[in-house]
Structures are given as C-alpha cells and as structure tokens.
C-alpha cells in the first residue's frame, strides 16, 4: 500500500501535464512501485498466495499499459522503461 505522499512523488516524478493523474505514464510507475513492494514481501512471506495472485494481476496491468504506450508513443515508452529501469 502506497502512502499519499509517495503517491504525489511519483505523480509528480512521471506527470506529462499540469494535473495529470492518471496518464499511462503514471499509472506504469505507481504499478511499478506496488510490485517492488509486494515482491519484497513475498520473499518474506512466500506461503501467502492471496498476495500473490494480486502482484500476477498487478504485473499483467502493467503489462497491458506498457504495450499500449509503446504503440501510441514510442518515444515516452522508451524514456519510462530506462527510469523506472524495465525490461523491454
């Protein structure tokens, strides 16, 4: 779970407009940020399976995302998968 105010960070970090909230950008980082997160915990935790399946959801999302960005703005892709440090 994200706080507010790492929310605002990362909005901040990948916004293209003034108060862009919501572009594919910034829904690729905050995912980004979740599953770091979540996969930390499961190196803890590796029995809890609920958990699990939401970063298999979350991974798949983001998935999604980044193939959308890469056919509707190539070069945004490219400069986001080099920040947040992606595999193509």
Do not use: C, F, W
Request: proline share 2%.
């Amino acid at each position: 779970m994200l706080t507010k105010r790492v929310k605002s960070r990362i909005i901040g970090e990948h916004k293209t407009a003034e108060k862009d909230t919501g572009s594919a950008q910034v829904q690729i980082a905050m995912l980004s940020r979740q599953v770091d997160e979540l996969a930390t915990h499961l190196k803890k935790n590796p029995k809890d399976n609920h958990s699990r399946r939401g970063l298999l959801k979350m991974v798949s999302r983001r998935r999604k995302l980044l193939a959308y960005l890469k056919k509707s703005e190539p070069s945004s892709y490219e400069k986001l998968i080099k920040k947040l440090e992606l595999k193509k």
